[in-house]
C-alpha cells in the first residue's frame, strides 16, 4: 500500500502538470485579449474626441458677405462647409420677404471647403432689394445642416436692422430763457439860446505905427498864405472831398464808356468784314 501511492503520484504528475501549464497559457491568452479590447476602445475614444474637437474648431456656415451688408456684381461666398460623414454642399439664395420654397440653387461642390471660397454669387441679374443666402451640408443619409443670413441688400443701401426693444424717448431738457437787457438810450441835451444874451466885447486892437507898417505888413501876408495853406475844416472840408470823388467816378464811368463803345465798334467792323466775305463767296 506504501508502495502504490508514490507510484500513483509519479504518474498522474505529468497530467497535472500539462494542466496548469493548458490553464496558465489561457489565462494568459485571456488577459492579453481584454488587454488589447481596453487598448483600442480607448483608442476609438480619443479618436471621437479629436473629431468632435475639430467639429467644433471648423464649424460650417458662411462668413462672407456678412448680415446686412449691401453687395452688387459678382460676389464671392466665403466660408466653411465640413462635417463627418460628408456628402456635399449647396448654396442658395431667395428673396427675404418669400418663403422656404422660394430658395434658388446657384452653387455647390462634392468636397468640403475650411475658410475658403464655397461659390460665386451672380447679383447683377437680381433685382434690387433684400435677400437670404442658405448653405446646407449633405450628409450621405440624405441628413444636412442648413446655416443662413439674412438681409442682404442687393442694388442699393445697406439695411439698417431693426433694434428689438422700443426707442427710448428723450427726455425734455428746460432751457433757461435770459431776460431781455435794457437798451440805454443816447441822450443829448442842447443849450438853449437866451435872447439878450450879454456879449463879451472885443477888444479893438490899437492902430499901428508909422515904423511897424513894413512889419505888420508882411505879418499879414504870411498869415494869410498860412490861411490858403491850411484846408477849410467842417462841411466845406467834405463838399470838397466829395466833390473831387464824384469827379474821379465820373471819369471813371466816361472811360468805360468809351471803352465799351470801341469794343462794340470794332465788333461791327468785324461783323460786316464777315458779311460781305460770305456774300461775294455766295455770288462767286
Excluded at 504518474?11 to 496558465?24: D, I, K, T
Excluded at 456635399?88 to 420654397?101: A, H, P, Q, T, V
Amino acid at each position: 500500500m506504501q508502495l502504490l501511492v508514490p507510484c500513483l503520484l509519479s504518474l498522474l504528475a505529468p497530467g497535472l502538470f500539462g494542466l496548469a501549464l493548458v490553464a496558465g497559457t489561457s489565462n494568459a491568452a485571456v488577459n492579453q485579449f481584454g488587454a488589447e479590447e481596453l487598448r483600442d476602445q480607448f483608442q476609438d475614444y480619443r479618436l471621437d474626441r479629436v473629431q468632435a474637437r475639430n467639429e467644433q474648431t471648423t464649424q460650417s456656415g458662411i462668413t462672407s458677405p456678412e448680415q446686412g451688408s449691401s453687395v452688387s456684381g459678382p460676389v464671392p461666398i466665403m466660408g466653411t462647409a465640413t462635417g463627418t460623414p460628408f456628402a456635399r454642399y449647396e448654396l442658395s439664395y431667395k428673396e427675404s420677404s418669400r418663403g422656404e420654397e422660394a430658395f434658388k440653387y446657384f452653387g455647390g461642390e462634392p468636397r468640403q471647403v475650411v475658410n475658403g471660397q464655397l461659390g460665386v454669387w451672380h447679383t447683377d441679374v437680381l433685382a434690387p432689394g433684400a435677400y437670404t443666402l442658405r448653405l446646407r451640408v449633405v450628409r450621405p443619409d440624405g441628413n444636412y445642416a442648413e446655416f443662413f443670413v439674412h438681409n442682404i441688400s442687393v442694388g442699393q443701401d445697406p439695411i439698417t436692422p431693426t433694434p428689438d426693444g422700443p426707442t427710448p424717448t428723450p427726455i425734455p431738457i428746460d432751457t433757461p430763457t435770459p431776460y431781455p437787457q435794457p437798451t440805454v438810450a443816447e441822450v443829448r441835451v442842447e443849450q438853449p439860446n437866451i435872447e439878450g444874451a450879454t456879449e463879451e466885447p472885443t477888444t479893438t486892437p490899437p492902430p499901428p505905427s508909422q515904423g511897424d507898417d513894413s512889419s505888420t505888413t508882411e505879418s499879414q501876408a504870411s498869415s494869410s498864405d498860412q490861411s490858403e495853406i491850411v484846408p477849410q475844416p467842417g462841411i466845406l472840408g467834405d463838399l470838397g472831398e466829395s466833390l473831387a470823388l464824384e469827379k474821379l467816378r465820373a471819369q471813371f464811368f466816361t472811360g468805360v464808356r468809351w471803352s465799351a463803345g470801341l469794343f462794340l465798334l470794332l465788333g461791327a467792323v468785324f461783323a460786316v468784314k464777315r458779311l460781305l466775305e460770305w456774300v461775294f463767296a455766295k455770288s462767286e
